[in-house]
C-alpha cells in the first residue's frame, strides 16, 4: 500500500466514524445514509485509492472532468454522481456516464436529460436542486417552484425522480445553517407526499464542513470532498 493510498484510506475511515455517530445521535441508522466521496479536481490515482479503500460513489462537478475519470478508471460496481451545474448540451455525457444526476433545475435541463436517457437505453436516477438559502451565487429551483419542477420530471419517461438536493451557505459555524437542513427535509416530505411518491427518496446535503449537522436533520447522500481526498492544490 502507498503512503497516498494509506493517506485517504485513514481519512475515509474517520469520515464513516464521524457519519456513524452523527447517525446514532440522531437514532438513524449509519447504514442509511450513502458517502459521496467529491473527487473533483483530484487525479485520478487519488480516486483509485479512495476506491481500493472502499468508497463505491463519486462526485463530480464538470461532466468533461467526470467522463474522463470514468472512462480511464473503469472501476467495477462505482458510481459516478454528477453534483455540479448541467448545461443542456452536456445532457449526452452526462447522461451516458453517470448513475444520479444531483442538480436538475430545470424543466429544460430535465427533457434533455430525459431524450438522452432514452437514447442510451436507460432510466436516469435525478435529484432536483433547491437554492433553499436564496444565494444569487448558486443554482437550484427556490423551494416555492420545487413542487412543479418535481410534478414535471416525474412525468418524463426516462427520469427517475428520486429526491432533492442542496448547498447550504458556507458558514464556520455548521448549527447556523441546520434551519436550511431541516426546512429541506421538511420540503422533501411536502413533495413526496404531493406526488405520491413511493419508492427511492433521497435528500443530498451536507458536505465536509457541515456533513454532521445534514445527517442529524435527515440527509441520506452527504458529499464529502477534502476530509477524505485532502485539500486541492
Do not use: C
Not at 84 to 90: D, F, S, V
Not at 111 to 134: F, I, M, P, Q, T
Request: aromatic share 4%; net charge neutral.
Amino acid at each position: 500500500m502507498t503512503t497516498e493510498t494509506a493517506s485517504i484510506a485513514s481519512s475515509l475511515a474517520a469520515v464513516r466514524e464521524r457519519l456513524a455517530r452523527a447517525a446514532e445521535r440522531a437514532g438513524r441508522d449509519p447504514g442509511s445514509v450513502l458517502l459521496v466521496g467529491v473527487s473533483k479536481t483530484f487525479p485520478a490515482e487519488r480516486v483509485r485509492a479512495a476506491y481500493h479503500a472502499g468508497l463505491r460513489h463519486f462526485g463530480e462537478n464538470r461532466v468533461q472532468e467526470g467522463v474522463a475519470k470514468a472512462d480511464e478508471l473503469s472501476l467495477p460496481d462505482a458510481t459516478w454522481h454528477l453534483i455540479g451545474h448541467l448545461q443542456t448540451n452536456k445532457a449526452r455525457p452526462a447522461a451516458r456516464a453517470f448513475g444520479m444526476v444531483h442538480s436538475v433545475d430545470s424543466d429544460r435541463v430535465a427533457d434533455a436529460l430525459s431524450s438522452e436517457a432514452h437514447r442510451v437505453e436507460k432510466r436516469l436516477a435525478v435529484l432536483l436542486e433547491v437554492n433553499y438559502g436564496g444565494e444569487e451565487s448558486k443554482f437550484g429551483v427556490s423551494p416555492d417552484d420545487a413542487l412543479a419542477l418535481a410534478r414535471h420530471v416525474a412525468a418524463l419517461p426516462h427520469l427517475r425522480l428520486a429526491g432533492l438536493m442542496t448547498v447550504a451557505p458556507h458558514v464556520a459555524d455548521p448549527e447556523e445553517v441546520r434551519p436550511v437542513f431541516r426546512g429541506m427535509r421538511e420540503l422533501g416530505d411536502r413533495v413526496r407526499e404531493a406526488l405520491a411518491h413511493a419508492g427511492e427518496w433521497h435528500l443530498s446535503m451536507g458536505m465536509t464542513n457541515d456533513f454532521e449537522v445534514a445527517v442529524q436533520e435527515g440527509a441520506t447522500i452527504v458529499r464529502v470532498g477534502r476530509a477524505i481526498f485532502g485539500e486541492r492544490g
